[in-house]
Structures are given as C-alpha cells and as structure tokens.
C-alpha cells in the first residue's frame, strides 16, 4: 500500500518488485520482463535485514512494449472504426 501519492511512479509508468531468496532467479524474471518491456536500470537491495536473499526494482514502461511482444499487441488491438465499407456504424 502507498501512503503517499509521491511514492507513486511517474504517470505511465509501473513499479516492479521482486523478491526471492535466490538472486539469479529474481534476476532471470527481472530479464523476462525487460524483455516484454521497456523500462529504465533495476536497483537491487537485499531482501532481509540479515543481507539475505535480492529484492529487485524495475521501472517499466507498459506503452512502449519490447520484442515480441510489441508485435503481438500491435496486431491484437481493435481499430479505432470497426465498419466495413457500406456498413453503419
């Protein structure tokens, strides 16, 4: 939960957190992600007090999607006038 409005991230953006007690894995899904969209540097923090485990922070950009997937949505979004010539909207 946020108590601030100031902690949100900047409009258009989404704020990805991942926490694992294995860092190649939180890594392997931060790169799985980076793959699919674009988005600024991960900061990596431990995930325990104790220096235990990796807590990554990715910033993303869900607009400007990356790879594959920007293709997948590109075809899969509905145009803006669905008619076909000689039919009524």
């Known amino acids: 939960m ?3 409005p100031d902690d ?5 953006r989404v ?8 860092a190649e894995a939180a ?3 931060a790169d799985a992600l980076r793959l699919l969209f674009a988005g600024g540097e991960q900061r990596s ?5 104790s220096g235990e485990g990796t807590r990554l922070h990715l910033t993303l950009d869900p ?7 920007r293709s997948w949505l590109e075809v899969s979004r509905p145009p803006v006038d669905r008619t076909h010539p000689g039919e009524t909207a």
Do not use: K, N, T
Request: charged letters at 30%; a negative charge.
């Open 15 to 22: 704020e990805i957190r991942i926490v694992s007690r294995d």
């Open 8 to 12: 949100l991230p900047d409009e258009g």
């Open 45 to 49: 923090y431990p995930a325990l007090p």
């Open 63 to 69: 607009a400007r999607a990356a790879g594959p997937l």
């Open 27 to 29: 890594r392997q899904v």
């Open 2 to 4: 946020v108590d601030d």
